[in-house]
T-cell receptor, first 112, second 114 residues
Framework: GENVEQHPSTLSVQEGDSAVIKCTYS??????FPWYKQELGKRPQLIID?????GEKKDQRIAVTLNKTAKHFSLHITETQPEDSAVYFC???????????FGKGTSLLVTP | DTEVTQTPKHLVMGMTNKKSLKCEQH?????MYWYKQKAKKPPELMFV???????INESVPSRFSPECPNSSLLNLHLHALQPEDSALYLC?????????????FGQGTRLTVV
């Protein structure tokens, strides 16, 4: 099955700085890569996603890049704010075509 | 309506109890999932239903029994659980047609087994 590796496990940045989280995947047939944000005690919520036919996608302060050849994708958050503090999970679609395989998560702390 | 609704929000049960978790969505999604999440860990896939049929069972112990009565409802029946089964149980749903798509998560049921 699909194996998703995520780094770093923790990340601390100052407000206004950028944050980058990286993931690699093993299954070259994976074609959908979402990023979820989970605040303490709450459900995971999709913040951005990318499909394998696209190299980069942006939504305001958030961007995701995908390198299919190297099988890695990254989340970029610019101008971080304290409310960006949360656990971020990358994921890739497994061979089943719609069940997510998650990375281990990155705990992001943005300090004022 | 883009909500996945789970009940109850919290559940405390003894090891000899039988209880059920419920999940409902009205987005017309034909794939529904149960995930288990322990503290500081990612969600771990348990079961996948596609068109009301069980398509994936990730080697989950038989004390967890899923049921999909119709395209909007998903249940997880619990019996003879162990304390290590205490976790957040998340239901999710997604489209099936047209390729992989966003999975919408419910707010979860916080289960404590005593």
């Amino acid at each position: 099955g699909e194996n998703v590796e995520q780094h770093p496990s923790t990340l601390s940045v100052q407000e206004g700085d950028s944050a980058v989280i990286k993931c690699t995947y093993s299954d070259s047939a994976s074609n959908y890569f979402p990023w979820y944000k989970q605040e303490l005690g709450k459900r995971p919520q999709l913040i951005i996603d990318i499909r394998s036919n696209v190299g980069e996608k942006k939504d305001q302060r958030i961007a995701v890049t995908l390198n299919k050849t190297a099988k890695h994708f990254s989340l970029h958050i610019t101008e971080t704010q304290p409310e960006d503090s949360a656990v971020y999970f990358c994921a890739a679609i497994s061979n089943s075509g719609y069940a997510l395989n998650f990375g281990k998560g990155t705990s992001l702390l943005v300090t004022p | 309506d883009t909500e996945v609704t789970q009940t109850p929000k919290h559940l405390v049960m003894g090891m000899t109890n039988k209880k059920s978790l419920k999940c409902e969505q009205h987005m017309g999604h034909r794939a529904m999932y149960w995930y288990k999440q322990k503290a500081k860990k990612p969600p771990e896939l348990m079961f996948v239903y596609s068109y009301e049929k069980l398509s994936i069972n990730e080697s989950v112990p038989s004390r967890f029994s899923p049921e999909c009565p119709n395209s909007s409802l998903l249940n997880l029946h619990l019996h003879a659980l162990q304390p290590e089964d205490s976790a957040l149980y998340l239901c999710a749903s997604s489209q099936v047609e047209g390729g992989a798509a966003e999975a919408f998560f419910g707010q979860g049921t916080r289960l404590t087994v005593v």
